[in-house]
């Protein structure tokens, strides 16, 4: 029966995903701003709801290392389907046509992720909050990145990479709001019932929380990611489709401070050292975003940094079924 209820849990968070999209999609519209906002911030937020309710729950299940990993494995994951659907729609060359701006928020995402193995094996508890220094530095860089991409969003300029084309309204303002906050509470009950189905899935099979954590449950929570990027990719908006990776990105490493700040103890401290090379391979594939976005002019072959970005994908997942 636990198979039953993940494959159900799955089903339901993936449908509610897509409907919290089609919603912000229209909010987005309906409110007048831009889609590098509300890609990076809005959208990306609706769809990482599931990693939050799904680490959240691993926190008081006692179980830090299913609520480490399913962040550093929907990073990975979130990275794998942006690479994947560059490949397949390698005419757009989406990193040569999507907003430079975009560069600086993988860069934010570099620099956060950075601090994971770091924190693995070394932080610094701040007194009277009960969390390392890690948890701190992570939300700064997180409200830093806010301001510099509303700061963009105020620019007049058309954006990159967006093709406009006329969109006949299905909801109102306040529909779409609704249908929202609907969908979002939907997530949250399917979410909890994927990590208490995942948790159950890792001691029955004998994988451990660390795969579990970082593959099964990861890959499951970023469908809603995978499918929102392929709407954006259909509707020629190429700007949206890499900000709403580059933004979950973003938000998941806030989710991964709130769980420090809900767990006893620094929740990095607590994790397997186990998820050491899944976050150095994610760093490295963090650091591959940002060179092709930077270097967009550059003389490489332009799918270079995509098929990197799956080969390393590939590699951490080889590695944590084997360890």
Not at 215 to 238: D, G, H, Q, R, Y
Not at 239 to 260: H, K, V
Request: some cysteine; proline content about 3%; hydrophobic content about 55%.
């Amino acid at each position: 029966m636990v198979y039953v209820f993940f494959m159900l849990a799955i089903v339901v968070t993936v449908f509610a995903a897509v409907k919290i999209s089609a919603y912000s999609d229209a909010i987005s519209r309906l409110s007048g701003m831009g889609s590098l906002l509300i890609g990076t911030f809005l959208l990306a937020g609706a769809t990482s709801l599931p990693e939050v309710t799904t680490s959240v729950s691993a926190v008081y299940l006692d179980n830090p290392d299913l609520a480490v990993g399913n962040v550093i494995g929907s990073n990975l994951f979130n990275l794998l389907i942006l690479a994947v659907f560059d490949v397949m729609f390698r005419q757009r060359k989406i990193f040569k046509v999507i907003d430079p701006q975009q560069g600086y928020t993988a860069l934010f995402g570099l620099l956060m992720m950075a601090i994971i193995p770091i924190a693995l094996y070394f932080t610094i508890e701040v007194p009277f909050l009960n969390v390392g220094v890690d948890t701190i530095v992570i939300i700064a860089l997180y409200l830093l990145s806010l301001w510099v991409v509303r700061r963009k969003s105020e620019r007049p300029e058309k954006e990159e990479g967006t093709t406009e084309v006329p969109v006949k309204e299905k909801y109102t303002l306040k529909q779409a709001l609704s249908g929202f906050f609907a969908a979002a509470i939907t997530i949250l009950i399917s979410g909890t019932m994927l990590t208490f189905a995942g948790d159950q899935i890792a001691t029955i099979t004998g994988l451990g929380s660390s795969f579990v954590g970082s593959f099964l449950i990861a890959t499951s929570t970023s469908l809603p990611e995978a499918m929102t990027v392929f709407i954006a990719f259909k509707l020629n908006n190429s700007n949206l489709a890499a900000a709403s990776i580059i933004g979950s990105n973003l938000f998941n490493m806030l989710i991964l401070c709130l769980c420090d700040f809900l767990y006893d103890g620094s929740i990095l401290q607590s994790a397997s050292i186990s998820h050491t090379a899944t976050s150095v391979l994610l760093t490295v594939n963090s650091a591959i975003l940002c060179y092709a976005i930077f270097s967009r002019n550059g003389r490489h072959v332009y799918l270079g940094p995509s098929v990197m970005i799956i080969l390393f994908y590939i590699v951490a997942a080889v590695w944590m079924y084997v360890g």
